[in-house]
């Protein structure tokens, strides 16, 4: 499969590696210094665009892939106000693909936090709050994947309505602290408290390694695909 990469920072670098050793080629690298790319021949060739740059560019950097008629997996996170445009785009015969968190643990990590919330809704004895922490380079707080866990425990708690972070949360908010320290790749906690004892889930990435395969396998499952794919498009639990 022909791959383009916009975004050749810390996941860029190790996407364009696992991707060479799974067979494919990298047709165009497109960073901040070359943006114009995005109309060259060879950024057109590609089948399919992994895009992983920041926050302020990254719905920039979807509409010109798909201008040039490239489909994009994202995992670039912060943006998600403008996620109704972007689906919108593809009503419209564009291709998108994109997850808060391509890990396959985080993605098992999402289904027993959906799972236990489910129990959890039947004891309001026990209050339930989050953590994350990152590496001291991450631009947004709260996580994309933290986001992603609270969203499934509103969903599932009645109780919780709705995500706050950094402050102290209201009875019907769930506390996020986000916390940066080092070099950390990536550590979710998801913590049920009672006046009697405490109950915590964890996934906590060893590297960027996950991610980033993760990332190039939705590259392969997109290819040839139509429409806006999830994470839960892709894997059958
Ligand atoms: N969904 C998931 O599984 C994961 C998501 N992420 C998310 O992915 C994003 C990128 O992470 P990471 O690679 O660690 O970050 P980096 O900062 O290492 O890389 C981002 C890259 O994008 C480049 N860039 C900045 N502006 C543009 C532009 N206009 N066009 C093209 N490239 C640009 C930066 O260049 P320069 O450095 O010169 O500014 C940099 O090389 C973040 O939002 C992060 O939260 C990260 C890991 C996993
Ligand atoms: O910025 C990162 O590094 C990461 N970002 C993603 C997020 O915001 O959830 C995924 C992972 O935790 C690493």
Redesign the pocket.
């Known amino acids: 499969m022909k791959i383009a990469l916009?975004?050749?920072?810390?996941?860029?670098?190790i996407i364009e590696k696992i991707a060479r050793k799974r067979g494919h080629e990298i047709v165009s690298i497109?960073?901040?210094?070359?943006?114009e790319d995005f109309e060259s021949e060879a950024f057109k060739s590609a089948d399919v665009a992994i895009?992983?740059?920041?926050?302020?560019?990254?719905v920039?950097?979807y509409r010109k892939a798909f201008a040039a008629g490239v489909p994009v997996v994202?995992?670039?996170?912060?943006?998600l106000e403008h996620l109704p445009e972007i689906k919108e785009a593809c009503k419209n015969g564009n291709t998108f693909f994109?997850?808060?968190?391509?890990?396959l643990g985080?993605n098992i990590f999402f289904a027993l936090n959906k799972y236990l919330a489910g129990i959890m809704d039947g004891f309001p004895e026990y209050d339930v709050r989050m953590e994350e922490v990152?590496?001291i380079?991450?631009?947004?707080a709260p996580?994309?994947?933290a986001i992603t866990l609270a969203g499934d425990l509103i969903d599932n708690i009645k109780r919780k309505t709705s995500w706050i972070v950094g402050k102290e949360p209201e009875k019907n908010e769930i506390g996020i602290k986000a916390i940066r320290e080092g070099e950390v790749?990536?550590i979710h906690t998801v913590i049920y408290e009672s006046e009697v004892d405490s109950i915590r889930i964890t996934h906590d990435a060893k590297s960027?390694e996950?991610?980033?395969l993760?990332?190039v396998i939705a590259a392969e499952f997109t290819h040839g695909k139509k429409g806006f794919l999830t994470m839960q498009d892709m894997l059958k639990f």
């Open positions: 916009i975004g050749y920072g810390k996941m860029g670098h497109i960073d901040i210094n070359n943006p895009e992983f740059t920041v926050p302020a560019v990254a920039n950097n994202s995992g670039t996170t912060g943006w994109y997850a808060s968190n391509f890990s985080v990152h590496h380079h991450k631009l947004d996580s994309g994947t790749p990536g960027r996950g991610f980033a993760g990332a």
